[in-house]
């Protein structure tokens, strides 16, 4: 069966490729390589002996994503991860977030309802509950308003799935996911961010590798227990291997709703420092940090309540912080030879 990836070769769509063709679909990895590398084709080749075939496309271009269609019109789902995803960088420039992640959304929506099965995984967020009330976060929390603008397009993007879903053949599950981390266990492929990192573990990495300076703590003084803020870190392969759960969930009609919503985490939170501290002892490395003043839409805490993708999906988050940064260091020593 083939499946469409959007934004197949970045961090999490890569992983998500791999373990797609572990289960033996045919994958269609969509990228424009803003954010990616043509290379990362090989490493998936070397973990999984077979490459994806690959379309260069932009999806804001919207007669190149017809024509897409028009070529792939066997398509039996589509896992959509293509989109900017940077709190700090969607508050400096809001209107290149809103062209990215909610036109490129509306062109492939526009495509996939027109396909006999339109069956479609959203790459969703934990920032649409903006700071939440009450930990840990379960799926019935409100959606608080949007922090960030990058924040508001998940928000968005998840109405425009329901709006579409109540009046055409469209079957959805919204995967709202907390922070990914980490890389495959063979250092293959990995987090690959172009220019300065916008996320913690590989600003981390690479900092202790000698590529940055130091790292900076975005504010000490936060209400958590050592002033920093607290996050629940996905290993990025339990991730990877939700979406494939959820796609199957689509595929067999076993969704119980036309749209589905998951939390995917590890229903652990685990704050800036505690992070530092567990990667120096994986690493072996003192890390240079300095405290700086907080960074703007950053909320305190966020940690996922899992009950509902362990019971409902069948899926469970199995790799703790340590061993995440343990495969993050081992991809940042593999990319510095």
Not at 208 to 232: F, H, M, N, Q, W
Not at 290 to 306: H, L, M, P, W
Request: net charge negative; glycine share 8%.
């Amino acid at each position: 069966m083939k499946i469409v990836v959007t934004g197949g070769l970045g961090f999490i769509g890569s992983h998500t490729v791999v373990e797609l063709q572990n289960e033996g679909f045919d994958v269609v990895a969509i990228d424009n390589l803003s954010n990616s590398s043509e290379d990362v084709l090989e490493g998936i080749y070397n973990i999984t002996g077979k490459k994806p075939i690959f379309e260069k496309l932009d999806l804001r271009d919207k007669a190149s994503v017809q024509n897409f269609f028009k070529k792939y019109n066997d398509t039996v789902g589509v896992i959509h991860f293509a989109a900017s995803k940077a709190v700090g960088e969607s508050v400096e420039n809001p209107l290149l977030y809103y062209e990215n992640n909610i036109n490129s959304l509306v062109y492939l929506l526009q495509e996939l309802k027109e396909l006999p099965k339109a069956n479609f995984i959203f790459s969703s967020s934990c920032t649409v509950y903006g700071q939440a009330v009450a930990m840990p976060i379960t799926e019935n929390a409100s959606v608080q308003p949007a922090m960030s603008p990058y924040g508001n397009t998940k928000q968005i993007g998840e109405e425009i799935i329901q709006d579409v879903a109540k009046v055409t053949n469209l079957n959805s599950i919204l995967l709202r996911y907390f922070n990914p981390i980490g890389a495959h266990p063979s250092a293959e492929i990995g987090e690959l961010p172009l220019g300065i990192p916008q996320n913690l573990v590989p600003f981390i990495t690479q900092t202790a590798i000698g590529l940055r300076e130091k790292l900076s703590v975005y504010g000490d003084d936060y209400p958590t227990p050592d002033g920093t803020c607290v996050r629940d870190y996905i290993h990025v392969v339990d991730l990877a291997k939700a979406h494939v759960i959820a796609l199957q969930r689509l595929l067999n009609r076993h969704n119980l709703e036309k749209v589905e919503t998951f939390n995917l985490g590890t229903g652990t939170g685990s704050s800036v420092m505690e992070v530092i501290t567990a990667f120096e002892k994986v690493s072996g490395k003192k890390l240079a940090y300095k405290i700086v003043g907080r960074r703007e839409g950053d909320v305190v805490s966020a940690y996922a309540n899992t009950d509902k993708a362990n019971t409902v999906l069948g899926w469970k988050a199995h790799s703790a912080l340590e061993e995440s940064l343990a495969t993050a260091w081992k991809w940042e020593q593999k990319l510095r030879g």
